[in-house]
């Protein structure tokens, strides 16, 4: 049986597009979607098999939340870096990068009590055709898991520009059949596209040379829109932008959500959930 690999983008989706469509710099986390949604998570990993897995969390969840993340290290898995806030990294200088990268890396290892070795950039905005944000980090973790590509050849040439030596665990971009876009394996399209084309998406990573890896967000183990935006929440943004939004979470909170465990059940029945990360690197690294 072949294994596949499982991590969670561990963030407070509403806290993050709230900030990314300036309605805030910062605020109170939904704590309790948090913990409901880690306690999802966690008990679908013990249904099978007991595996344990990477949670790449934002450093804000550490300021806010310490002692979440404190009990997710305590239960088996892996603390690794989804930057301090959920911000685009490919809009911002290296320096800004480093500044905030640091402050994440910091606050989560100081809230988890475990070295934090493994990186990956908020929706994978990090420049791929420039060396220079990754020559900055390779200088504080050891691994990053934001390179997206559909051969590991694309992953080695890369890694062979930086001018530190980082381990590179890349996410399969492809098209599952000819006619159709791009995907990668996990997220949205895992949610809204029929498990099939996952299951494309796998064989096809299998066939490249690259172990598949699903990644996946707190927000989309639950279906009870408890990430969600109220319209009085969205209303500094205008009426119209407003009413777009509102609508647009339906897609995120509620299209797919519950089909999901079985869709991923079914996954994690035909390939061996492979564990944390950074236990596999030997396995996993370019």
Not at 259 to 279: I, N, P, V, Y
Request: proline fraction near 6%; charged fraction near 20%; include cysteine.
């Amino acid at each position: 049986m072949s294994r596949l690999f499982l991590s969670v983008d561990f963030e407070d989706l509403s806290h993050d597009l709230g900030r990314a469509f300036g309605l805030w710099q910062t605020r109170p986390l939904r704590l309790k979607a948090l913990n409901r949604a880690y306690d999802t998570i966690d008990q679908f990993l013990e249904a099978h098999g007991g595996a344990r897995a990477t949670f790449f969390c934002t450093g804000i969840i550490a300021d806010q939340a310490p002692e979440l993340i404190a009990r997710i290290a305590a239960d088996g898995h892996e603390i690794a870096c989804h930057y301090h806030f959920h911000d685009r990294i490919d809009e911002e200088t290296p320096e800004a990068f480093e500044a905030n990268l640091t402050r994440g890396l910091t606050a989560l290892r100081r809230a988890s009590g475990q070295p934090v070795i493994g990186f990956r950039a908020p929706q994978f905005r990090i420049p791929q055709d420039s060396p220079a944000h990754y020559n900055l980090l390779a200088r504080h973790v050891t691994y990053d898991s934001s390179y997206l590509c559909e051969t590991p050849e694309a992953a080695r040439s890369f890694a062979s520009t930086l001018a530190e030596p980082l381990k590179l665990l890349p996410i399969f971009s492809a098209r599952p059949a000819p006619v159709a876009p791009r995907m990668r394996l996990g997220g949205t399209y895992l949610k809204l596209f029929p498990r099939a084309v996952s299951a494309s998406l796998i064989r096809k990573s299998t066939e490249a040379g690259l172990p598949p890896h699903i990644y996946l967000h707190p927000h989309e183990f639950v279906a009870d829109g408890s990430f969600a935006f109220s319209l009085k929440e969205l209303a500094p943004l205008g009426r119209a932008k407003a009413a777009y939004w509102y609508a647009r979470q339906i897609q995120w909170h509620k299209v797919g959500n519950r089909s999901l465990h079985a869709k991923l059940s079914a996954l994690a029945q035909q390939h061996e959930l492979g564990g944390r990360l950074d236990q596999n690197l030997t396995t996993l690294a370019l």
